[in-house]
């Protein structure tokens, strides 16, 4: 689930005029791309075995979880050059030729969220992400994507596409149920593929984005993400309760339907 992270150079949060942060609690870690030297590995094992899995979160939309698998929820991140938008599917999405916004990888049923990435008005790449929530835990489990990369309105690609279950590739956590500060794990484990991984950075912020011509969000979390191909890859993601992803390197929330 790139998103904008290897189409744009990276802007540190606070350079940008983009989202507003506060910190509430002051807690916070350095940058993991400053230095890796003296911290744990990247988590790879996540006892999946032990997990229920369910793609549809409809029963818990009261609940504040910072990624809700709500089919027909749409989020649209934008700035002045690029529009990403996010949708969990529910039968109406590109890819969805019919189904009902969901597709079997490797024996689970995951939930489709699919993102359109639009630049200078002409759409670049379409993807159809498989999660899924394990019950035990509330973790939200990566098992995939397919990628359509475009130019001209024509597919000319499908540059990262991975599925558990072919080529060695194993699920990652997009998003834990509990949000520890300093957690590292991989999102993705598709050799020579996709091996993106995070880091749990920051806690309790407060959060300010266009969205209704302003609007406010607390007890927010941030995210570094980074590449265990590709060093110089590396993403800030905000991601508030009841609401999902907030905030994408130089894009921020501007719309969305629920």
């Given at each position: 689930m790139k998103l904008r992270s290897t189409l744009f150079a990276v802007m540190t949060l606070l350079g940008t005029a983009a989202?507003?942060?506060?910190?509430?609690?002051?807690?916070?870690?350095?940058?993991?791309s400053e230095s890796e030297s003296g911290k744990r590995p990247y988590t790879t094992d996540f006892s999946l075995d032990d997990c229920t899995f369910v793609n549809d979160?409809?029963?818990?939309?009261?609940?504040?979880?910072?990624?809700?698998?709500?089919?027909g929820n749409q989020l649209t991140l934008a700035d002045d050059e690029a529009e990403v938008v996010v949708t969990v599917c529910d039968g109406t999405c590109l890819g969805d030729n019919g189904g009902n916004g969901t597709e079997v990888v490797d024996g689970v049923?995951?939930?489709?969220?699919?993102?359109?990435e639009t630049e200078d008005d002409e759409l670049k790449e379409v993807s159809r992400?498989?999660?899924?929530?394990?019950?035990?835990?509330?973790?939200i489990v990566y098992f995939g994507e397919d990628v359509d990369d475009y130019e001209d309105g024509?597919?000319?690609?499908?540059?990262?596409a991975w599925r558990v279950g072919q080529d060695d590739a194993e699920a990652g956590i997009l998003m834990p149920g509990q949000f520890l500060l300093g957690s590292r794990y991989f999102q993705e484990m598709a050799p020579e593929i996709a091996l993106d991984r995070a880091e749990n950075a920051e806690i309790?912020?407060?959060?300010?984005?266009?969205?209704?011509?302003?609007?406010?969000?607390?007890?927010?979390?941030?995210?570094?993400?980074?590449s265990?191909?590709?060093?110089?890859?590396?993403?800030?993601?905000?991601?508030?309760?009841?609401?999902?992803?907030?905030?994408?390197?130089?894009?921020?929330l501007v719309d969305k339907n629920f």
């Open positions: 989202a507003v942060l506060v910190l509430a609690s002051g807690q916070a870690l350095a940058d993991p979160d409809t029963g818990l939309a009261g609940n504040p979880l910072w990624f809700a698998l709500i089919p049923t995951t939930r489709v969220i699919e993102e359109q992400n498989f999660v899924a929530r394990c019950e035990e835990n509330n973790s024509v597919v000319v690609g499908h540059e990262g309790n912020l407060e959060i300010e984005v266009p969205l209704d011509g302003g609007t406010t969000y607390e007890d927010c979390v941030r995210v570094f993400e980074t265990g191909l590709h060093s110089s890859d590396r993403s800030e993601k905000l991601y508030c309760p009841g609401v999902g992803l907030v905030y994408d390197d130089e894009i921020e």
